[in-house]
């Protein structure tokens, strides 16, 4: 598929798997020229001059750092923005709003509450627009986590995920992921909590292997990499949270649920975790977990994506030496 216009980066499944494996590529080769340098760290700033704004509407500790250090590690600059403190927060458009930040800076990243308000910023911007979390989705989440699958264990393509827990955000990305890189991806969820149909569908109709239950141990039996998410996002009502734990508790990725995947299976969640709650302390803190290693990945698949986004014609290039 051809992109016209700018290379916004709002969902997995806009970009064609070519793409998106060039990403994971060129963020790859990105974090081995950083690991093995000690003085200058960065010789080569690819994106000097270029500036990021970041969006903010919801609390984030990965995202933020890992974009603001990523932009500046490239020679970039960022600037974070809270629409409270905005004119947004008084009413200016977001379309307004998009005009205005194309002036200024080469890129935005969003994160908001709302997914039609990343569209909206998308439509009226004529510089990229990244997802950095909807209600619907968080892309940028699965690519950090795919980088760190092959870091671990090789090619993530015909291999088989586990979810399980609730029907988020995170997973929608991870549905999009496996059918643009190929691994298989059994979910469990709640009946009330599964992902829309809408995204289900999608991923049949492009030949993905997507399979969905309610059964835990059914969707980690055999499967290579388990994932989980908090059972209350940032987007779900605090009013729900009882009844959140009470359904999504047979769904606790725990020792037991954990020896039903394979022997050498991987534990992932993107944080924040709540121990306890979706995730025991021994598997997050056992030697399978690595959640700490795909923390880290956000920012080197970031860099990836930051090459894709503002790089121009030699993004390819930013991985090499
Ligand atoms: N995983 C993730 O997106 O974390 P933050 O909410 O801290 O950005
Ligand atoms: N599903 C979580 C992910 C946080 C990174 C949320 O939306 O709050």
């Given at each position: 598929?051809?992109?016209?216009?700018?290379?916004?980066?709002?969902?997995?499944?806009?970009?064609?798997?070519?793409?998106?494996?060039?990403?994971?590529?060129?963020?790859?080769?990105?974090?081995?020229?950083?690991?093995?340098?000690?003085?200058?760290?960065?010789?080569?700033?690819?994106?000097?001059?270029?500036?990021?704004?970041?969006?903010?509407?919801?609390?984030?500790?990965?995202?933020?750092?890992?974009?603001?250090?990523?932009?500046?590690?490239?020679?970039?600059?960022?600037?974070i923005?809270?629409?409270?403190?905005?004119?947004?927060?008084?009413?200016?458009?977001?379309?307004?709003?998009?005009?205005?930040?194309?002036?200024?800076?080469?890129?935005?990243?969003?994160?908001?509450?709302?997914?039609?308000?990343?569209?909206?910023l998308?439509?009226?911007?004529?510089?990229?627009?990244?997802?950095?979390?909807?209600?619907?989705?968080?892309?940028?989440?699965?690519?950090?986590?795919?980088?760190?699958?092959?870091?671990?264990?090789?090619?993530?393509?015909?291999?088989?995920?586990?979810?399980?827990?609730?029907?988020?955000?995170?997973?929608?990305?991870?549905?999009?992921?496996?059918v643009?890189?190929?691994?298989?991806?059994?979910?469990?969820?709640?009946?009330?909590?599964?992902?829309?149909?809408?995204?289900?569908?999608?991923?049949?109709?492009?030949?993905?292997?997507?399979?969905?239950?309610?059964?835990?141990?059914?969707?980690?039996?055999?499967?290579?990499?388990?994932?989980?998410?908090t059972?209350?996002?940032?987007?779900?009502?605090?009013?729900?949270s009882?009844?959140?734990l009470?359904?999504?508790?047979?769904?606790?990725?725990?020792?037991?649920?954990?020896?039903?995947?394979?022997?050498?299976?991987?534990?992932?969640?993107?944080?924040?975790?709540?121990?306890?709650?979706?995730?025991?302390?021994?598997?997050?803190?056992?030697?399978?977990?690595?959640?700490?290693?795909?923390?880290?990945?956000?920012?080197?698949?970031?860099?990836?994506?930051?090459?894709w986004?503002?790089?121009?014609?030699n993004?390819?290039?930013?991985?090499?030496?």
């Amino acid at each position: 598929t051809k992109q016209t216009g700018p290379r916004h980066f709002l969902d997995l499944k806009d970009l064609d798997a070519t793409t998106l494996r060039q990403i994971l590529d060129v963020a790859a080769g990105m974090k081995q020229m950083q690991k093995g340098r000690r003085f200058p760290l960065h010789p080569r700033v690819p994106l000097a001059g270029r500036a990021l704004g970041i969006i903010l509407s919801k609390p984030s500790t990965r995202t933020r750092v890992s974009f603001e250090v990523g932009i500046r590690q490239l020679g970039g600059d960022a600037v974070i923005l809270t629409p409270a403190d905005m004119q947004i927060g008084r009413g200016e458009t977001i379309t307004d709003t998009a005009r205005v930040l194309s002036r200024f800076v080469d890129a935005l990243v969003l994160r908001t509450g709302r997914t039609e308000n990343l569209h909206e910023l998308a439509r009226a911007a004529s510089v990229p627009v990244i997802n950095g979390l909807t209600p619907a989705s968080h892309p940028v989440q699965i690519l950090a986590d795919i980088l760190t699958y092959e870091e671990h264990r090789g090619p993530v393509k015909g291999r088989t995920f586990a979810w399980t827990g609730d029907g988020n955000n995170v997973l929608v990305s991870l549905i999009e992921g496996a059918v643009r890189f190929g691994f298989k991806l059994r979910a469990a969820t709640p009946a009330d909590m599964a992902p829309p149909q809408d995204v289900l569908d999608w991923a049949k109709k492009e030949g993905g292997d997507v399979v969905l239950t309610t059964d835990p141990r059914a969707a980690v039996d055999g499967a290579n990499c388990v994932v989980t998410d908090t059972w209350l996002s940032m987007s779900d009502s605090e009013e729900e949270s009882a009844m959140r734990l009470a359904k999504l508790s047979p769904y606790r990725v725990d020792a037991a649920l954990m020896a039903q995947a394979a022997p050498d299976a991987l534990f992932m969640h993107c944080l924040p975790a709540h121990i306890g709650e979706e995730v025991t302390e021994d598997v997050f803190e056992g030697p399978q977990s690595v959640v700490f290693d795909e923390a880290e990945n956000r920012l080197h698949a970031q860099k990836g994506l930051l090459a894709w986004t503002m790089g121009g014609e030699n993004w390819l290039s930013f991985g090499k030496e």
